[in-house]
């Protein structure tokens, strides 16, 4: 015969903490174990975080006067560009998908690892060298056309590195791509014994409908990018409009990715909240089965939304009717998800520890982002308020309100799974009301400024938009205590935190039935399935026993 | 057997699952590439229909012998593919290899003909710009797409040879076994290349002849 | 079973490897054929039709033989119409914007 006879692996005996595997750093920049890879990716976003939280720190002081303080137009103008890239491209896409998807993703299904263990690594390699290369070209040489690399500006007019920042974003963008084939093979070919779709918890579909979008709508973003630089570097025309090129075309090719990456960034979020309502209220997830479907209708409705961000663009009066029907039909899912999560809490037996606060918080600033959303699809009130504080309040409400509070929640819920200590439970729900106290104070006086009129991406206003900008400002404050808080006493809990046991929050799933934190192998034998997720309440028994 | 190299890797419970595995990840990365190569099709389809007498102006300009030639190279390539990948499956080594080393053979002669068509545009002035042949400028679009749709293809048809030829020559020094799924992924790569370029030959060559 | 015996079966194993491709390959030179001759001929839009089909067909017979989607789980398949239908979903809502325009 030859050889392709199934033979089986050797039964590997239980080893060590996955974070005892190695100690050097070599044995982390070598690893496959997926777990490890999370880390590597959780130390570099958060990383790239602060970085682009400081250049927005930069751009929220010196808004504090209306002539602007210390910047000209043009540092000004790079510095949200700088904003913009890093938070999009380098934390918010890969956030919650790259570190716990990465973490947790095989160990929800009953899995040793992803499916490709050293494509995963690969793409933790072309993630940080794209990343740094170019946050370095737009530091260096500087940026200016804001994240959007809108022609022809950017291909025309602007001055500095675009071509060498889009390169960047280009290799960022293989490994997304790289994560998402992964995510979704190993979704469906490694699942445990037992574990069927309908036994998949709301995080692992949440993923998986992420991954289909990360890898459907990416390597538009790659060609809309690269034939921007084209057009940049060897004069070639393809949107020029000297020869007759359509600008507006850049505009379609861009927004068939970046309205779809903003589910990107949303979806894993969703995810998060589920587990976490389900474990805090214990309760199973009201309407599971519709939960499932509206992640889904989300990962494909969403590629369909797109021309609202061209309203006032020139697009076909009968083309944003058509989009704006359609950013009215996505939000119904996402309605369908708040209406289920808050039916969870209700009668739930809540316990208020920091996840929880976090989800909460997500749960309010998400739905106000969502509803401001619905203003934003209705073409008549988004020609008022195209490009100005309205639209980015609305977005860094899903964004940060979102996606960020989720990222925390999800920090907070399995932090002890993956460290396997225990964190200050105090500090860490202070560091939660903080966060949504300070998000608050800095985005809603935006929507307020942006419905009367002022628009973005300027650093010189008019007086009476000063006391908006102001408290702005003094909400970024509060909100910066509230990024750096948990490095703090995370950072503590590591040293000094107690040994956190296997399920300390006495949850449901199969990654809390195993060690914190985990051995390299994941579980001590391959889990059998017998039952769906969130078996919580009396009768609640273990999901599985290994066999 | 057993002193052969792993076909079996971690985290795959079976060889079967892992094949399917790697097929059904290699399938994943078609979609994408699909997608990215949209974007180009949409632009050009978009254009031509915006200058139709623009487009086939500047259509009549390419070389329709070396797109065709190429063409039949490529097809000819994936049939020795095709074969490598079956062969690979049973067990027939000299076979599989010998088919991998003409399909690497043929991939490289597309590329030569593709460099002397370059070679042969460029004289004609044909690259957009101040010195471009042709009027009206919408022209200069059609060229535009045509150097960026066969750049891009080309920069493909490059990484199959690298991948194929890393690949052929790890075989053939026993380093991974015949059987290894790699064979059956890149060939469903290469097949990709070679469709893609199915459809740039109307679209670039096949305009405006009549 | 003897050694000839053996070698005479792989033989045939190896012949029976080649019919389907080159069939295959045949078709698709025969189908280049048409697509490059029919495009000398004045046939006003049916010249771009003709061969956008013809370039279809040649996709398909590729895509289904050599790549064997025709053989391939479901699983597999999706994926491949999974491209398709999110390519004819971008040039649908955008087509449609430039049409109305």
Not at chain 1, 275 to 298: D, H, N, P, Q, W
Not at chain 2, 46 to 68: C, H, M, Q, S, W
Not at chain 3, 22 to 32: F, G, M, N, S
Request: glycine letters at 8%; charged letters at 10%; aromatic letters at 16%.
């Amino acid at each position: 015969m030859t050889d392709i006879t199934v033979d089986r692996l050797p039964e590997t005996k239980i080893g060590e903490s996955y974070l005892d595997e190695g100690h050097s750093l070599a044995s982390w920049l070598t690893t496959t174990d997926h777990k490890r890879i999370g880390i590597l990716y959780a130390l570099s976003i958060t990383a790239f975080f602060f970085i682009g939280g400081a250049a927005i720190g930069l751009v929220r002081l010196e808004l504090l006067e209306p002539h602007g303080l210390f910047l000209t137009d043009e540092e000004y103008n790079r510095l949200f560009t700088l904003h913009g890239i890093i938070m999009v491209w380098f934390f918010l896409v890969p956030s919650i998908p790259t570190t716990f998807g990465n973490f947790l993703l095989p160990m929800m299904i009953g899995a040793k690892d992803v499916a490709f263990p050293r494509l995963n690594l690969m793409s933790w390699y072309l993630f940080v060298i794209g990343a740094t290369f170019t946050i370095i070209t737009i530091i260096a040489g500087g940026v200016d056309t804001g994240w959007t690399f809108y022609t022809p500006l950017s291909t025309l007019y602007a001055n500095g590195n675009v071509i060498a920042a889009a390169a960047g974003v280009f290799v960022v963008g293989f490994s997304s791509i790289a994560t998402g084939i992964n995510f979704i093979a190993t979704t469906h070919m490694l699942r445990a014994p037992g574990m069927t779709w309908t036994r998949l918890p709301l995080f692992v579909w949440a993923i998986y409908a992420t991954s289909v979008v990360m890898i459907l709508a990416t390597p538009v973003l790659a060609m809309s990018l690269l034939l921007v630089s084209v057009e940049r570097w060897f004069g070639v025309p393809i949107f020029n409009p000297n020869n007759g090129g359509d600008p507006l075309l850049f505009q379609h090719l861009f927004w068939f990715y970046s309205h779809p990456a903003v589910y990107i960034m949303i979806l894993p979020a969703m995810g998060v909240i589920s587990e976490v309502f389900a474990c805090f209220a214990r309760r199973k997830v009201f309407g599971y089965t519709a939960m499932v479907y509206s992640l889904m209708s989300i990962a494909v409705i969403g590629f369909m939304v797109w021309g609202h961000h061209m309203f006032v663009a020139g697009q076909s009066p009968y083309a944003n009717l058509v989009f704006s029907f359609l950013s009215f039909v996505v939000a119904v899912p996402s309605a369908i998800k708040v209406f289920n999560w808050v039916a969870t809490l209700y009668g739930g037996q809540i316990v208020f520890k920091a996840p929880m606060l976090y989800a909460m918080g997500f749960l309010g600033l998400f739905t106000v982002g969502g509803l401001t959303g619905l203003f934003l699809a209705s073409v008549p009130i988004d020609i008022h308020v195209t490009d100005t504080y309205f639209v980015v309040a609305h977005f860094h409400f899903i964004m940060v309100g979102g996606s960020v509070s989720a990222f925390f929640a999800a920090l907070h819920f399995w932090w002890p799974k993956i460290t396997g200590r225990l964190y200050p439970d105090y500090w860490a729900r202070f560091g939660a009301i903080t966060m949504f106290l300070g998000f608050n104070a800095t985005f809603l006086p935006q929507f307020v400024m942006g419905y009367e009129g002022m628009p973005r991406r300027y650093h010189v206003y008019p007086e009476q938009f000063q006391v908006y900008h102001v408290i702005s400002t003094a909400g970024t404050v509060l909100l910066a205590v509230a990024y750096i808080l948990p490095l703090l006493y995370l950072g503590w809990s590591l040293l000094y935190g107690n040994r956190a046991d296997r399920n300390p929050w006495h949850a449901a799933g199969l990654e809390w039935e195993t060690l914190s934190p985990p051995p390299k192998e994941n579980f001590e034998r391959t889990p059998t399935v017998t039952s769906g997720p969130y078996s919580y309440g009396e009768d609640a028994e273990p999901q599985a026993h290994t066999a | 057997m057993s002193d052969a190299p792993a076909l079996l890797h971690e985290p795959w419970p079976s060889v079967e699952r892992q094949r399917e595995g790697v097929s059904f990840g290699l399938w994943l990365f078609i979609a994408t590439e699909i997608l990215f190569f949209s974007g180009l099709f949409l632009g050009y389809t978009l254009y031509r229909n915006l200058y139709p007498d623009a487009f086939k102006i500047a259509a009549r300009e390419t070389e329709v012998f070396f797109g065709t030639l190429n063409t039949a190279i490529l097809m000819t390539s994936s049939l020795t593919m095709a074969v490598a990948a079956r062969g690979a499956t049973r067990g027939f080594r000299k076979m599989t290899l010998w088919c991998l080393a003409v399909t690497i053979t043929l991939g490289c002669t597309f590329l030569l003909c593709k460099g002397l068509e370059y070679h042969d545009d460029i004289d004609n002035r044909l690259v957009p710009g101040p010195d471009f042949k042709l009027k009206p400028p919408e022209t200069q679009i059609f060229w535009a797409f045509y150097w960026v749709m066969t750049g891009i293809h080309a920069v493909h048809v490059t990484v199959g040879i690298g991948v194929v030829t890393t690949v052929t020559l790890l075989i053939y020094r026993r380093r991974i076994p015949l059987a290894t799924a790699a064979v059956e992924a890149m060939a469903l790569y290469w097949h990709l290349v070679d469709v893609i370029w199915i459809f740039l030959l109307p679209l670039l060559y096949l305009m405006g002849r009549s | 079973m003897s050694s000839t015996d053996s070698t005479q079966s792989r033989r045939q194993e190896a012949f029976q490897l080649w019919k389907l491709p080159v069939a295959i390959w045949a078709a698709l030179l025969i189908l280049l054929a048409i697509t490059v001759g029919s495009a000398y001929i004045p046939l006003g839009t049916f010249n771009i039709a003709i061969n956008l089909a013809v370039a279809c067909i040649k996709a398909t017979l590729i895509a289904l033989f050599f790549m064997k989607l025709s053989r391939s789980s479901s699983l597999l398949r999706l994926a491949a119409v999974a491209g398709l239908f999110w390519f004819i979903l971008m040039f649908l809502l955008t087509g449609g914007d430039y049409l109305t325009r």
